[in-house]
Each structure stands twice: as structure tokens, then as C-alpha cells.
């Protein structure tokens, strides 16, 4: 670790020269610090971990050519590189979970829930919802898969789901 009298400057300048032991003392630093930030975004444990690798490896590649003292302090630098990556993730899971989700349960469970169905349709019918909607939201909650309604009604799948989102919001008033 370094020593009290050593400078942060010397430390950086160590950094930007490549040498090992600055760079073995940097991990040792900032590998929880980083860590505690993307856990603290809601990542997951494997999520954190790729996070730590990915600022790290940003901080090396980017130390010589970006930092400058003069605009703050090492940690808040890397700080910053941490959560900009943890954003990085938490946008990408959101991209990609719509895509390797299972398909949604059919809502029909039984025939004891067709009057509730009927019900249902009839509200929406009387909410001034358009006829091209109710058939969508028949559809899926007759547990037709949305890739397939969509493809019948000519639509993209998330317009399914938001005609979905929708018709739920409307039999919630």
C-alpha cells in the first residue's frame, strides 16, 4: 500500500508509467469501492463483478489520455466510470430482457373465468377502447402468444403490449 508520505501525484504518475505495483495497489483501492457502487444501482453479484472488470480496464486504457487532476480527484473519476457502466448494464438487461422472457401465462385459467373475461371486454368495449384493441386484448388473454396477435393485427409485438398496458389501466379505474 502506499505510504502516508507518498503523493497522490507520484501515485497517478506511477500509473500513467505502467508500473505493476501502482496498478496492484489501484485494485486493491478501488476494487470494493467500485464494486459497493454497482451494487448499490441493483446489480446482480455477476453483474458487479463484470462492472469492476469493465472500469478497471477503462481506467487503464483511458488513465494517460482522459484524467486530468486538474478536473477532480482519481476516485471521483472512477467513480463516475463505474456507474456510467452500471448504467451501460442495467440498459443492455432491459434491452434483452424482453427478449428471453418466458411467454406470458395465458390470463384464462378455466371456464370460471370466462364471465370475468366478458366482463372485463364489456368495460373496455364501454371505455371507448377501438374494436382493433379489444381483439388484440381478447387474443391475449386467451393466452395467445403476443408475437403471434401481433403478427395477426399487423403490429409490432411491443405495440401488443402496450395496447396490453393499457387495457389493464383502463379496467383498474
Excluded: H
Amino acid at each position: 500500500m502506499r505510504s502516508p508520505t507518498r503523493t497522490s501525484t507520484l501515485f497517478i504518475e506511477d500509473l500513467r508509467l505502467g508500473r505493476s505495483v501502482a496498478w496492484t495497489e489501484l485494485d486493491q483501492l478501488y476494487r470494493s469501492r467500485i464494486g459497493r457502487i454497482a451494487g448499490a444501482m441493483g446489480l446482480r453479484a455477476g453483474e458487479v463483478d463484470d462492472v469492476v472488470q469493465e472500469t478497471l480496464f477503462q481506467v487503464a486504457r483511458d488513465l494517460k489520455a482522459r484524467y486530468r487532476r486538474g478536473l477532480g480527484r482519481l476516485r471521483w473519476w472512477i467513480g463516475a466510470i463505474a456507474r456510467r457502466r452500471a448504467i451501460d448494464l442495467l440498459r443492455a438487461r432491459q434491452r434483452i430482457a424482453p427478449i428471453v422472457a418466458e411467454p406470458p401465462a395465458p390470463m384464462v385459467q378455466s371456464e370460471v373465468d370466462r364471465p370475468r373475461i366478458e366482463d372485463a371486454l364489456a368495460r373496455l368495449r364501454g371505455s371507448g377502447m377501438s374494436a382493433r384493441n379489444l381483439d388484440v386484448f381478447d387474443r391475449l388473454i386467451r393466452g395467445q402468444p403476443p408475437a403471434s396477435v401481433a403478427e395477426a393485427f399487423g403490429i409490432t409485438t411491443q405495440a401488443v403490449y402496450v395496447i396490453r398496458a393499457r387495457a389493464l389501466e383502463r379496467l383498474r379505474r
